[in-house]
């Protein structure tokens, strides 16, 4: 099998860059490629992760500035050409303001930044993204955001569950989608969605956080192991 | 003579302003006892270098739904006023 690359996009304030590259080249033939927001060059990159942190200091709103870096052009065309892109966090608000996914993330409906393990539930195995987990799984992957209360109005809601758009949901210990188990108020306990065309997927845990088993979880790595064999299926 | 914009940028009222809510409550807790809600929103102000008032006006509609407000959960206005 040849060896895989994927791009790690780096905009000023960016801060899980670098666990990203980390948990990216803790796969056997995968080679992660830091991409400066700056740059135009996707430098043969076969997947792009927009990473989490806090891009432009979250002025004006998370992710709206980054989404105008000159790397998001080439970014987008990528997407649009159908190649996987995944953005955590800061990744998934930067993906929704560039319009690569439907909706918006508001603040946490207890106003509070939350920096804690949740439970969610991968509903849509199929995906790229998701074929190396059960839909009975329930992962343990922490969240670290003040912004993930995900909303769409109902149309947009109705057509995402309608095609199978929503990827994870947060969920109790049982797996079982509680209002008690959302911890920022999403709607629908939504925690990703891909588009409709399946290829760009935007989530607010981080799996990179929990891909390693000092971290205390490894239910984040089927993520990358569905993507990496997806790659290689191509 | 350039043009100074006074945008105004609001969550729609469908959406829980966490922010307005704290602030609300906290003015309960001075005493205002007659206020009935409070919401946070962000105020803006673009020197635009146009000469015509409608090209004004077309740059901050632009740029308001582009860049300064987020069209799914925010609502934007906007007052142009000549700078001498």
């Known amino acids: 099998m040849s060896e895989i690359t994927v791009g790690v996009v780096v905009f000023p304030g960016s801060n899980c860059d670098h666990d990203t590259e980390y948990a990216v080249a803790s796969f056997n033939g995968v080679r992660p490629v830091m991409l400066w927001h700056n740059d135009h060059d996707l430098q043969g990159a076969q997947a792009i992760i927009l990473p989490g942190g806090f891009s432009y200091g979250d002025y004006l709103r998370a992710g709206s500035i980054a989404r105008f870096s000159p790397i998001m052009k080439e970014v987008i065309e990528f997407a649009r050409k159908g190649f996987p892109v995944l953005g955590i966090c800061n990744g998934f608000q930067v993906l929704l ?138 | 003579m350039p043009y100074t914009a006074k945008i105004k940028v609001t969550l729609r009222q469908s959406i829980l302003d966490v922010q307005g809510k704290a602030v609300e409550h906290a003015l309960k807790n001075l005493g205002y006892h007659t206020v009935a809600s409070a919401r946070i929103g962000k105020y803006i102000e673009v020197t635009i270098n146009e000469e015509e008032l409608v090209e004004a006006e077309r740059i901050c509609n632009d740029i308001s739904q582009k860049l300064l407000s987020n069209p799914v959960m925010e609502n934007y206005s906007f007052d142009l006023e000549k700078v001498n």
Do not use: W
């Not at chain 1, 439970?119 to 993930?148: M, W």
């Open chain 1, 97 to 234: 303001e560039s319009g690569l996914l439907e909706g918006a993330l508001s603040r946490n409906r207890d106003k509070k930044f939350l920096c804690c393990q949740t439970t969610i539930r991968p509903v849509n195995c199929s995906t790229i993204f998701t074929t190396q987990y059960k839909e009975s799984d329930v992962l343990s992957i922490p969240i670290a955001h003040g912004e993930g209360n995900y909303f769409a109005p109902p149309e947009v809601l109705e057509s995402l569950e309608e095609h199978e758009q929503v990827v994870f949901r947060y969920t109790d210990s049982l797996g079982q989608v509680t209002d008690e188990a959302n911890p920022n108020g999403s709607l629908h306990n939504i925690a990703g969605i891909v588009n409709r065309t399946g290829n760009v997927l935007g989530l607010m845990p981080h799996p990179e956080r929990a891909s390693e088993k000092l971290l205390g979880s490894l239910d984040g790595r089927p993520l990358f192991e569905s993507l990496y064999s997806h790659i290689a299926s191509l």
